[in-house]
């Protein structure tokens, strides 16, 4: 039997809010019940449990429930789960079986609960036994959860031994999967070994009635782990940063304020900090970081200060005060903050109508804003990413010393190792369940259920928003975030995060996959690693749909419409695909239909240039470059006839169907953006001044389809944007606003959406659609697109357990890798 397993569709049980994170009254313990007399002649029974069962109280509450139902035995840690042998009357380990599903710890996921009768021994009393493996491990690992409301309450009493402690945690909360080196899940094989117990942690730890009864992260002030607060010196030796005295958090506090930045070690890795409100600091960290106008990620003090910024209803707060605490992106308040509001710098999101916004979620968080009587400090803070732009998270104490010397002002940092760097996951709420932009903290190494059995296998991901993925028989366990694969440090850190992966699920892959794209550098690194194990290349909107399929629980014996949108995939011809409807099974895929080629000059020049990709497409219709359009403005005089040259000559003009690169150009177009300092800036933009337009009684914008050419790799069905570019050029040309043009675009996508997949039902009866691909992050056309589909009777399938983006595209190519047979 299965408790706790997330079903199709739904949220993960990391995500769930009801009950998530709350630890016990503290000091509750059961009653114990006497010993049951009956006639019935004692049993005993081995129960074996599997999920996330290991750091999480999970032996703790076994030998509770034994001790009231009066039953003898022993519980222990293994590479399989948790195992009891329990021996009383027959209906006392009826009730032991029925009780161990339903009231399970907070972060506990059950998964599967298998027993066997055994002979009977004997014996009195019930006992936590030292744990042990045998064979590869098979247990589940939990995410790190925020600081539970017991641990927060002693925390802030100060009358408390652990006040002000910020390292406090206990079996409800706190660091797991940052931690842990190798299973079973113990103190010795966590980062927490070097740190031996006081004798009252010792006695808590011991204590079978204490909610820290074997918590294995289990500290206070005594026994540490301890802060240290460090400022840069320019006049010391070597510019090295100097210790500065006094209380590490209340001199961070005052840094703060004094508008500083400071680097601030985490759960999983270093954050840059500074004041939210503070206008000057915020400009500051964006010019160290090179961040261009990419928004920042806020942390708020209190959910009160959240709802006067931003629009949250009750997923979003379910959200935010759960025990993954994600980053949460929500919509500013349409009439501008409430009078009370904290204050937000405008560097923090130039431009952007949403907010990225999540609460504290360790202790030394809350810490940081401080408690009553402390001085008063910023209700807000800016928390982004520990690394340079490009770089990995930094983790390591000396190295954060050394790459963010010329980002930070001080570093706040403490002696407990990082095991595994695990940056903040990022999530929204669409359709009104949660679409994750980004899979990381809280999450990893949660596994997704598999619909089929895989062999054993290693997953490699793309290139960007880079996510590995291991699969054995019907789990797949997804890395944290690892990013993009442009350097050396950021390959190392893949290499670290597979082989952590491989030490936490036991799982030895016997078969490697990765994308088809010959210049991706996870490619060359499982070309580089296969030591004669098969390698297989799954096509790129292939293995997106697969993932679809997956998390929905689809076997595969029926296919789907694929609509895969994204920036860019390689395709079967070797053109960058991006507009795709396919017809896919994991066994394979056809080309239904495809967004038209056009040029794409100069590759990445033109993602950067979304003016570029504009004058492209419009090159490819047929229209003029008049000098009314903002595009042509745009582009710089010397550049424009360079250009033109370039695309009639076909000089590094790659073809491209990216349904990404075309909403770069209409955002351009309509004069909305024409530079993209970070990726899908251009889309983003569109999208949001498409939710700013009015009711719309004009003339819509409609592609035109024509018959393709499948052979070769083309599809079947060719969607020609050439009468949408000429629509958007005259509505331009006549003065029609940018917001009623991009909320006409978005229309004709999803009614491109629409007739595409009627026309693929009607040739072949399928009706199940699955939306995915970066593309598809867009809120507006997603909703749309789905909603209008339903409307016509399809069943439709959007992401919810990985993200739409190239973070969930691991698990396709798992999928579809390890069901080959050829293989």
């Known amino acids: 039997m299965t408790v706790g397993q997330p079903g199709t569709g739904t949220v993960p049980p990391a995500l769930e809010p009801a009950g998530a994170g709350e630890a016990p009254t503290p000091g509750a313990a059961r009653a114990v019940r006497p010993a049951e007399t009956s006639a019935a002649a004692a049993a005993r029974r081995r129960i074996t449990v599997r999920g996330i069962v290991q750091g999480v109280g999970f032996r703790p509450f076994v030998h509770g429930l034994a001790m009231e139902l009066g039953l003898t035995g022993h519980v222990s840690n293994t590479g399989e789960g948790v195992v009891a042998e329990i021996e009383g009357p027959p209906g006392a380990l009826h009730r032991f079986g029925t009780r161990l599903r339903a009231e399970a710890p907070p972060l506990a996921v059950v998964e ?66 940052t931690i842990v080196r190798a299973l079973p899940y113990d103190r010795a094989q966590t980062t927490m070994a070097g740190f031996p117990m006081c004798p009252r942690c010792a006695a808590e730890y011991a204590d079978p009635a204490d909610r820290r009864f074997h918590a294995q992260p289990l500290a206070c002030h005594d026994c540490g782990p301890r802060l240290r607060l460090l400022a840069a010196d320019p006049d010391g030796p070597g510019g090295a940063p100097r210790p500065l005295p006094g209380d590490p958090l209340a001199g961070t506090r005052r840094l703060l304020a004094e508008g500083a930045i400071v680097a601030v070690k985490g759960l999983g890795g270093y954050h840059l900090v500074c004041d939210a409100g503070n206008d000057r600091a915020v400009a500051e960290l964006r010019r160290r970081k090179a961040r261009g106008d990419k928004p920042f990620a806020l942390m708020a003090r209190h959910l009160d200060d959240v709802a006067q910024l931003v629009e949250a209803g009750t997923a979003e707060r379910a959200l935010l005060t759960g025990s993954v605490r994600p980053i949460v992106l ?68 000396a190295d954060a010393l050394e790459r963010l010397v010329h980002l930070a002002d001080a570093w706040l940092a403490h002696d407990r190792a990082i095991q595994v760097p695990c940056d903040d996951s990022v999530v929204r709420i669409s359709d009104g369940e949660p679409l994750y932009v980004r899979r990381s903290r809280g999450c990893a190494p949660y596994p997704v259920p598999l619909p089929v059995p895989v062999r054993p296998a290693l997953a490699t991901g793309g290139d960007l928003k880079t996510v590995l993925c291991l699969g054995e028989g019907r789990r797949a366990w997804l890395s944290a975030h690892i990013g993009d694969m442009d350097d050396l440090a950021t390959q190392l850190a893949f290499e670290r995060a597979g082989a952590h992966l491989e030490t936490l699920t036991g799982v030895r892959p016997r078969l490697l996959a990765t994308d088809r794209h010959p210049g991706y550098r996870t490619g060359q690194w499982a070309r580089r690693h296969t030591r004669g194990r098969p390698l297989v290349r799954v096509q790129h909107h292939h293995a997106h749909i697969a993932a ?133 800036q251009a889309a983003a933009a569109l999208e949001a001044a498409a939710r700013t337009a009015g009711d719309d009684r004009g003339p819509g914008y409609t592609f035109a389809l024509r018959t393709g050419a499948p052979a070769g790799g083309g599809a079947a069905l060719v969607a020609d944007p050439a009468p949408v570019l000429a629509a958007v050029a005259e509505d331009v040309s006549a003065g029609t606003g940018p917001a009623l043009i991009a909320a006409r675009f978005h229309a004709a996508v999803a009614g491109l959406v629409r007739r595409c997949c009627g026309l693929a039902r009607e040739r072949t009866g399928l009706a199940t659609v699955a939306l995915t691909g970066g593309v598809f992050a867009n809120t507006l056309l997603a909703e749309s697109a789905a909603r209008m589909l339903r409307q016509d009777g399809f069943t439709v399938l959007r992401h919810r357990l990985v993200p739409p983006n190239d973070g969930g595209l691991a698990l396709g190519q798992l999928l579809v890798a390890a069901r080959r047979r050829d293989a």
């Open 548 to 680: 679809a399929m997956a998390e929905h629980g689809l076997d595969g014996r029926q296919p789907v419409i694929g609509v895969a949108f994204d920036g860019a995939g390689y395709g079967d011809d070797g053109a960058l695909w991006g507009g795709e409807i396919l017809l896919a099974d994991y066994a394979g895929y056809r080309r239904f239909a495809q967004l038209g080629y056009v040029p794409q000059p100069g590759g990445d020049t033109a993602v950067r240039r979304p003016y570029r990709m504009a004058l492209a497409h419009l090159h490819a219709a047929g229209l003029p470059w008049t000098p009314d359009l903002p595009p042509v403005a745009a582009c710089p005089p010397e550049e424009l006839p360079l250009l033109e040259r370039q695309l009639e000559r076909d000089i590094n003009c790659a073809p491209t169907s990216s349904m990404g690169r075309l909403f770069d150009a209409v955002s351009s177009l309509a004069g909305i953006c024409h530079h993209a300092g970070y990726e899908a």
């Open 330 to 397: 929500l919509r500013r308040r349409p009439g501008g903050p409430a009078p009370d509001a904290p204050t937000v710098a405008a560097a923090v999101a130039p431009g952007c109508p949403d907010l990225g916004l999540m609460l504290p979620y360790t202790p030394l968080h809350h810490l940081l804003f401080g408690l009553p009587g402390d001085p008063p400090g910023p209700r807000l803070l800016v928390m982004t990413s520990g690394n340079v732009a490009g770089d990995p998270l930094v983790t390591d104490d």
């Open 112 to 177: 599967a609960v298998d027993g066997e009768d055994i002979a009977v021994t004997g014996g009195t009393g019930f006992a936590i036994l030292a744990s042990h493996t045998r064979g590869p491990a098979r247990t589940l690992v939990a995410p790190d959860a925020a600081t539970c409301d017991a641990c927060l309450a002693e925390l802030t009493d100060p009358a408390d031994r652990r006040y002000r402690h910020p390292f406090v945690t206990c079996t409800h909360c706190g660091p797991r999967f």
